[in-house]
């Protein structure tokens, strides 16, 4: 695929992750369900595809504008730990988080221009295998950002 990807946040709320189960789930682990964290869950059960912790806190502090950037990175990396998120990187090493579940793609970026396009499972199943295959190594997908000059800016 080859369409830019659109800028972060919203763009249609995901009905397929239980986001009903966290707070027990949180508790299972001995965690507590706090109004921040529910703040950070709300966020994210109206969003899909990329969202910068920035954007995150932002969002949260419309809610609870006692957010903290560390309650939100913190509630993160355990949504990441149950797999409700998973994390990527920019350009410039930002993480930006996807909401499950999603189809599992990469990134590429252009120096140049600055866009950005997602690689998808079928363009990287070559990479992967061969990496694979030559040194038994699991490629992360979601985890690849390759950044270069796209077609148009080498022309
Ligand atoms: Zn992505
Ligand atoms: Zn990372
Ligand atoms: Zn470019």
């Known amino acids: 695929m080859s369409t830019a990807k659109s800028s972060s946040a919203a ?11 966290v707070p027990s789930r ?8 706090t109004p921040q964290r529910r ?3 709300d966020v994210l059960s109206k969003a899909t595809g990329h969202v910068t912790g ?6 949260c502090r419309a809610i609870d504008p ?10 993160l990396d355990i949504l990441e730990e149950l797999g409700l998120v998973r994390h990527g990187h920019g350009a410039d090493g930002r993480e930006e988080f996807h909401v499950l579940p999603e189809s599992e793609h990469g990134h ?15 363009e990287a199943a070559e990479l992967v295998r061969s990496l694979e295959s030559g040194r038994g190594f699991a490629v992360d997908v979601s985890h690849v950002t390759i950044v270069g000059r796209c077609a148009e800016c080498r022309s």
Do not use: F, M, Q
Not at 26 to 33: K, N
Not at 54 to 59: A, M, N
Not at 66 to 75: A, F, G, K, L, M
Not at 108 to 122: D, K, P, Q, S
């Open 39 to 41: 703040a950070v869950v």
């Open 26 to 33: 949180l508790r299972a682990r001995g965690l507590r369900w």
């Open 108 to 122: 590429l970026y252009c120096a140049v221009c600055g866009r950005a396009w997602e690689i998808e499972a079928g």
């Open 54 to 59: 920035s954007e995150l806190i932002e969002l």
């Open 66 to 75: 006692d957010t903290t950037p560390s309650t939100v990175y913190r509630t």
């Open 11 to 21: 763009r249609t709320a995901n009905p397929t992750v239980d986001w009903h189960a």
